[in-house]
């Protein structure tokens, strides 16, 4: 059946992309193990919805968008599961401040991990993803100008959070 | 000539049009801070890419992929098929079809397993069909959906209850897992007086010598968070609001 054949050709497709819905997963959740559990989650999802998608739409950012979604399912449910999930908080009590005071230089995951997550998303999908502004605008369901401003600021902040310590640069 | 930051960082990402390229352009030439700057940008992304790209790498784990291919990675629980749940629990013949794919051969074999397990007969305390053939929890596991809270721990139990919510079509729906082995677990919804099985999964290599862990995987094998997720309408009931749904005896919300 052609339905069919088209719904094994989009499975394998989603098969390729394994390797970036763990590597944008591992920017959401703590763990690796955490990480592959949201993908699972998301991938099961799409099977379920592959009546959803059209042809003419990105397969990744369709993908990008549930495992999003689903791990916006997973923090607000957090509370009555294991702590699985990256605190968000740990991101928005790191203000302007406390930045500039960091000695050590981050690793650049860890970094990241420190951001906001609306910021940490954005710059993920842009800078590590690849994906234009406005599949990323799309993927997080926010207005192009929207990405940009958290794209610049979670730059900013990974900028300095990464300068070496006997940079110069205010 | 000053340029925001945030064109220059479009510009060094490659989100910029034509005439801004060429003005941006025409602007680094005269301006080696503008020039730092675009180049700065693209470091960062340079880092900031290299920093993940050894995931790419990395073999990907089999149940990923097989759950990309529609197919239910052991370790994680596998999906009884209701419809041939319900065939088998009114003792129908499983299915008309000769030529079954191997996987839906497989998928047989599986809940040929877990009905021996459950012991899917109409007197079963776990599930059985009703008069319209619909599958629904048996008598031990509707009483444990009906009155047990999620916290009770005592021993003795039929079934675990893990979460309970009320679903966006306004009925009470509960997770249950069993307190046998091979540990099963699903989502049941209260329709009318009964409690209609939504889901049923179940978890072959799952040890259950301790039922205080089932209750903690109760809700997250996979297909049950899965359903629990695609329906739940809020957040799950407190303790206090499972006994004010029980005193109402589960009794559906108008919808909303």
């Not at chain 1, 502004?133 to 990405?147: E, H, M």
């Not at chain 2, 209701?82 to 079809?97: F, I, M, Q, S």
Request: charged residues 25%.
């Amino acid at each position: 059946m052609s339905t069919n054949e088209s719904a094994e050709t989009i499975q394998e497709q989603i098969v390729a992309l394994l390797p970036r819905l763990r590597r944008f997963a591992r920017n959401l959740v703590r763990t690796p193990h955490d990480a592959d559990d949201m993908v699972q989650i998301a991938v099961e999802r799409a099977l379920l919805r592959l009546d959803q998608w059209h042809s003419d739409a990105r397969l990744d950012s369709w993908l990008f968008k549930i495992l999003r979604n689903a791990w916006i399912d997973e923090v607000r449910s957090r509370g009555r599961r294991a702590k699985l999930f990256m605190p968000e908080e740990a991101g928005e009590n790191v203000g302007e401040a406390s930045m500039e005071r960091e000695i050590d230089r981050l690793s650049v995951e860890a970094a990241l991990a420190r951001l906001p997550h609306d910021q940490r998303l954005a710059v993920s999908l842009v800078l590590v993803e690849g994906l234009a502004y406005k599949d990323a605008a799309d993927v997080l369901d926010v207005p192009i100008g929207t990405l940009t401003s958290r794209l610049a600021r979670g730059r900013e902040a990974l900028a300095a959070m990464l300068r070496p310590p006997q940079g110069d640069h205010s | 000539m000053s340029v925001s930051d945030e064109t220059l960082m479009a510009y060094a990402d490659g989100e910029v049009d034509a005439a801004t390229r060429a003005s941006i352009e025409a602007a680094m030439r005269d301006d080696p801070e503008i020039r730092r700057r675009i180049a700065e940008h693209r470091a960062l992304r340079e880092t900031v890419q290299g920093a993940f790209a050894a995931v790419l790498d990395e073999p990907v784990p089999q149940r990923l992929i097989d759950a990309a291919r529609g197919h239910k990675a052991p370790p994680l629980g596998n999906v009884v098929d209701l419809a041939r749940a319900r065939r088998a629990a009114a003792g129908e013949a499983p299915g008309r079809r000769r030529s079954w794919q191997p996987v839906a051969m497989a998928a047989s074999v599986l809940v040929g397993v877990a009905l021996g397990y459950l012991g899917w007969h109409n007197s079963s305390p776990w599930v059985k069909t009703n008069s319209s053939g619909e599958l629904v929890a048996g008598a031990g596991l509707a009483e444990a959906l009906s009155n047990q809270l999620s916290e009770d721990r005592s021993p003795g139990r039929v079934a675990i209850t893990g979460l309970s919510f009320r679903a966006k079509t306004g009925d009470y729906c509960r997770t249950f897992s069993s307190t046998g082995t091979p540990a099963s677990s699903g989502l049941a919804c209260r329709e009318g007086d009964g409690w209609k099985i939504k889901v049923l999964a179940q978890s072959p290599n799952a040890t259950s010598n301790s039922s205080n862990f089932r209750q903690a995987a109760s809700a997250d094998e996979p297909a049950v968070r899965t359903a629990v997720e695609e329906s739940i309408d809020g957040e799950p009931l407190d303790r206090a609001g499972e006994v004010a749904a029980r005193q109402g005896g589960w009794a559906a919300a108008p919808r909303r």
